[in-house]
């Protein structure tokens, strides 16, 4: 079956580091999203994808990077982490043929300490 | 620019009772508009969406939800609930026009009780 997945599942670092993301989906979607989660702001979407070579800031992009080098995969870098990125972050995908159905990971929780 | 309100922050229903989870957009024209459910520790799962036409939609789990246009609302509504419900509830809408992305409300967090 197809799937989306996110890896780690949980991820602890230190402020300053660089901290990476991973997202792959096999529905062969060309739409893929980064979204964080936060109490009291629901979710917010950070960079999004249309396609491979494509990419695109969200609301809250700041800190935050991604590339598209194939269509499985949309991994998210945290250049430089800081407190402020402690968060639950979501990877989702969607098709072209029914762009606003998206299909969620599983989530990553990311603390900065 | 485009905004999705979620009034209830946390509500809480005891098992059997109706619910209806409440969800006002605004934007200039007619929205898509969806549901997602979130369960503790999972992602989100689509429950119900709607693009055009009848305004009454049904989606999973026994859930629907009603598009008033006059309103600007999407509420969800589901006649007896079960504990199995108990998560979160996520209204967003989808603008249209060159952009696939969402717009989420914030989210009410569902408790059924015994």
């Known amino acids: 079956d197809a799937e989306i997945t996110q890896s780690p599942r949980h991820k602890i670092t230190e402020t300053g580091r660089q901290v990476t993301l991973a997202c792959h989906q096999t529905?062969?979607?060309?739409?893929m999203f980064w979204y964080r989660q936060d109490l009291g702001h629901g979710l917010r979407l950070i960079h999004y994808?249309?396609?491979?070579?494509?990419?695109n800031k969200g609301e809250v992009s700041d800190g935050y990077s991604v590339s598209r080098s194939n269509t499985e995969d949309l991994p998210l870098t945290l250049e430089s982490a800081a407190s402020s990125q402690t968060s639950v972050y979501f990877c989702a995908s969607s098709a072209d043929r029914d762009p606003y159905e998206q299909y969620f990971g599983p989530g990553t929780r990311l603390t900065v300490t | 620019a485009q905004s999705v309100t979620q009034p209830d922050i946390h509500i809480t229903v005891s098992e059997g009772a109706s619910l209806e989870l409440r969800c006002n957009y605004s934007?200039?024209?007619?929205?898509?508009l969806f549901w997602y459910v979130q369960s503790p520790g999972q992602g989100l799962q689509l429950l119900l969406k709607?693009?055009?036409?009848?305004?009454l939609v049904q989606g999973i789990k026994g859930f629907e939800a009603e598009f008033k246009r006059s309103q600007s609302s999407f509420n969800l509504r589901k006649p007896s609930v079960h504990w199995s419900d108990a998560a979160e509830y996520f209204c967003?809408?989808?603008?249209?026009?060159?952009?696939?992305?969402?717009?989420f409300g914030t989210g009410t967090l569902l408790a059924v009780q015994p």
């Open positions: 967003a809408v989808g603008p249209g026009g060159a952009t696939n992305k969402l717009i």
């Open positions: 709607y693009f055009s036409g009848d305004t």
């Open positions: 529905w062969n979607h060309n739409n």
């Open positions: 994808s249309y396609g491979v070579q494509d990419t």
């Open positions: 934007y200039g024209a007619t929205p898509y």
